[in-house]
């Protein structure tokens, strides 16, 4: 059996980004999540999000790919929750260890990013719509150092 600490980003939407997300329903969705997760041997450290989009900071085993991950914690949520719909595609960014504080804070405090407006923008793609070269991403806790491909 390998060692591999690989730990990922991951950020999607709800379909044209409606505001399905709501706190009555949040718990239940996150909880269910982390459960289908730990189904995978996937292990999520932070679990937050808004109105219409969620972020994990998570471990998968290399067994797995992130595109399996998604689509299983998408599709089990979505028939789960009738009424969440899930946008086509996801975001996904790998974390260094050294990062990984940082991404979790930055997950965790999700609301306060959006209702402050701080949150960041390359932090909360869901799409590859502009591909752009990223040389960091500044929190005001912390630094994350991001690679032209999107590197933690």
């Known amino acids: 059996m390998p060692f591999t600490r690989l730990f990922y980003h991951l950020v999607w939407s709800t379909k044209n980004r409606l505001p399905l997300i709501m706190p009555d329903i949040e718990t239940n969705l996150f909880t269910y999540l982390h459960r289908k997760a730990g189904e995978l041997e996937c292990r999520i450290l932070a679990i937050n999000g808004w109105q219409d989009h969620i972020h994990l900071v998570l471990e998968i085993p290399s067994k ?6 998604v689509k299983h914690l998408k599709g089990a949520s979505s028939h ?8 086509r595609g996801y975001g996904a960014l790998t974390v260094s260890e050294r990062n990984l504080e940082a991404a979790v804070a930055y ?11 701080t949150a960041i923008s390359k932090l909360e793609r869901c799409d590859d719509a502009v591909n752009e070269k990223i040389t960091s991403v500044r929190d005001e806790a912390a630094v994350y150092v991001v690679d032209a491909a999107g590197f933690f």
């Open 64 to 69: 797995l790919s992130v595109a399996e991950v």
């Open 80 to 87: 789960e929750f009738p009424d969440i719909y899930w946008q």
């Open 107 to 117: 997950v965790t405090r999700q609301k306060d990013h959006h209702a402050q407006q």
